[in-house]
């Protein structure tokens, strides 16, 4: 399907092909196939991981290890749930700054400064939760909503992550919330 896709795409103007991994469930074996599938386009591509499983560094260097030349990240990982790849991970892991720690230090105060107390105000980053769904392939949001929904215990938490993936989880759907 993806090699179709690219050729009916190829036709098209566009800057940028990505590849998102919005469920954070991808493996490195899985990255690398998409990676080298995706390399058929005649334009560059990206990859736009999310840190479901803690894989969102790696698979973003497994994909530039294939073929893929443009990696999204936020500062501190910044994003839905667990985030996607950090930016002061990827400066060092693809050497932008060549070992320049000087200019990584000021990227480090403001992360400090200003994103720090944001992501404890927010509660963004990985936790268990975001871990067990994106091993059952259960949308984000759905860990989002059963979180923020200070009611539930731990059992009830992971029994309604289950009970997502028995109703097609894969696709966020806010009628399965409101049953």
Do not use: C
Not at 124 to 129: A, L, R, V
């Amino acid at each position: 399907k993806i090699s179709s896709i690219i050729d009916i795409l190829n036709d098209f103007n566009f800057d940028v092909l990505y590849f998102a991994d919005s469920l954070g469930n991808l493996d490195i074996n899985q990255t690398k196939k998409v990676a080298r599938k995706f390399k058929k386009s005649k334009k560059p591509i990206g990859i736009h991981a999310h840190n479901n499983k803690g894989l969102a560094m790696v698979n973003s260097v497994i994909a530039v290890e294939n073929g893929i030349s443009w990696v999204d990240s936020t500062v501190t990982g910044m994003g839905r749930g667990p985030g996607n790849v950090k930016t002061e991970y990827s400066v060092i892991e693809f050497k932008y700054i060549k070992n320049d720690y000087e200019k990584l230090s000021h990227l480090l105060d403001v992360i400090n400064k200003f994103f720090e107390p944001l992501k404890k105000e927010y509660m963004w980053g990985d936790n268990t939760y975001y871990y067990i769904s994106a091993n059952k392939s259960v949308h984000p949001t759905y860990v989002q909503e059963i979180i923020d929904n200070k009611n539930y215990n731990t059992n009830e938490r992971i029994a309604f992550i289950n009970q997502f993936k028995k109703n097609d989880g894969i696709k966020y759907k806010q009628e399965i919330i409101q049953q």
